[in-house]
């Protein structure tokens, strides 16, 4: 089952915006699936065309490499990677990364590799050596390949060097996400010259994803807190800029690089921006998880929900619903937990949040709730919900349910 959303039907919808209107939307997501058993993944093609188009409009014309973690199902990465202006995966796992390389042709891993069958697997076919490029940080990831095939038993393994990005002050301390040992021009320069010196890789890109920037929304709920995110962040944008511009000269120098990447879904403009930076990468903004509901720049529509059946009345004011407890990665926090959208006016009770096998409901809509009635929820972050389901079902502009296209989890993958 392929998904298209080039349709003029599907563009037109996309352009009337119809999430606008909350209730009816998220009304009619349950109406074209209640036929189906909870719990229910649902996907607003015009919605996700939406999503696309805005990513597309944000990249000011750079390609945009899709981050599959934030996606987890290959019907949705085809249709997205069929629209102008999207170009190649960015994966997560090198196992992920072979088997999407089956039919994709440009897949980077965006995290290092020790997956000794997998790095196998890479070096014995010169196909998938020519479409998947492995991502380094230090030499002892490359004497790890070594290992695994000798660079002379082996087809040529193409690198991508990792560059910090995270922001470090007197004051502030480290600011982003602990990720790769290089920052400093020179040291990705000593680096990239001991991956050229050695047989058996090509140097092709470089990569710095600024966390802080992309995935720590600027609009959360108290002005001052919004007023320091957006200076701090204006700050090590600034930073990161100066100093990646100098680290990719730098790498030129000794390579000539085919791709260096940046950004995410929050910080499209301001990476955009930077002459350096080659292509972006983006993926939670095709969703539209509700953790970006909270940017200054940009609005994300609400493309995918999940829908869960009310099993019983534990007092006439409240509802139980079967399942619910998938809690997004990241810090535990409230902000973690899925929202309740339909019926509008629902919460969690706050000593059971979202549990694992029931999860009850308060709030002015659950007296007027029943067993066998649904209630719709966003997830905090892109992609993770399907881990929990193997199929999403795709809503047309008619508004008509199409035929359930499978998660990874659907095609018995399951990554990390």
């Known amino acids: ?32 699936t209640a036929h189906l058993p909870a719990p229910v993944v649902g996907l607003s093609l015009a919605a996700l065309r939406w999503n696309a188009d805005e990513l597309l409009r944000r990249a000011g014309g750079l390609p945009i490499r899709i981050a599959s ?57 010169p196909q998938l050596a020519a479409r998947v490029t492995i991502m380094v940080d230090s030499e002892a990831q490359l004497d790890l390949v070594d290992a695994v095939v000798a660079p002379g038993a082996r087809a ?66 108290g002005r001052a807190e919004a007023a320091l995110l957006r200076t701090v962040q204006r700050a090590s944008g600034a930073e990161l800029a100066e100093r990646r511009a100098a680290a990719v000269a730098a790498v030129r120098e000794v390579a000539d690089l085919a791709f260096v990447n940046g950004g995410g879904t929050g910080s499209l403009e301001r990476t955009a921006a930077e002459p350096a930076v080659t292509e972006l990468a983006a993926g939670s903004g095709l969703y539209g998880p509700h953790l970006f509901d909270h940017y200054a720049a940009f609005s994300v529509a609400p493309a995918l929900g999940f829908a869960l059946d009310v099993v019983r009345k534990p007092t006439p004011d409240r509802a139980t ?47 007027g709730l029943a067993p066998g009635d649904r209630v719709w929820l966003r997830h905090a972050k892109a992609g993770e919900p399907l881990e929990h389901a193997t199929e999403i079902v795709p809503i047309h502009a008619d508004g008509r349910a199409g035929e359930p296209v499978r998660s990874y989890r659907g095609e018995g993958q399951c990554f990390l």
């Open 321 to 367: 619903l079967l399942g619910g407890g998938w809690i997004a990665s990241g810090p535990a926090a409230p902000d973690r937990l899925p929202l309740p959208v339909w019926p509008a006016g629902l919460r969690f009770e706050p000593r059971e949040g979202a549990g694992e096998v029931q999860t009850p409901v308060c709030g002015a809509a659950a007296s």
């Open 156 to 221: 040529e393994i193409r690198v991508c060097l990792d560059l910090d990005a995270s922001w470090r002050t007197r004051a502030l301390g480290h600011i982003g996400v602990r990720r790769s040992p290089v920052r400093d021009p020179e040291q990705l320069r000593a680096l990239a010259a001991r991956v050229v010196a050695r047989p058996g890789f090509a140097l092709v890109g470089v990569m710095a994803y600024e966390a802080q920037i992309a995935g720590v929304a600027d609009r959360p709920g």
């Open 69 to 125: 973690k934030s996606v987890r199902a290959r019907p949705v990465l085809d249709a997205v990677l069929a629209l102008p202006g999207f170009r190649g995966v960015l994966a997560y796992t090198l196992a992920e990364a072979l088997w999407l390389a089956e039919t994709i042709d440009d897949v980077v891993v965006g995290y290092p590799s020790v997956d000794r069958a997998a790095i196998a697997q890479l070096a014995a076919s």
């Open 1 to 32: 089952m392929t998904l298209d959303l080039t349709s003029a039907e599907t563009v037109s919808a996309a352009a009337a915006q119809p999430w606008q209107d909350a209730a009816r939307y998220w009304g009619a997501m349950h109406a074209a």
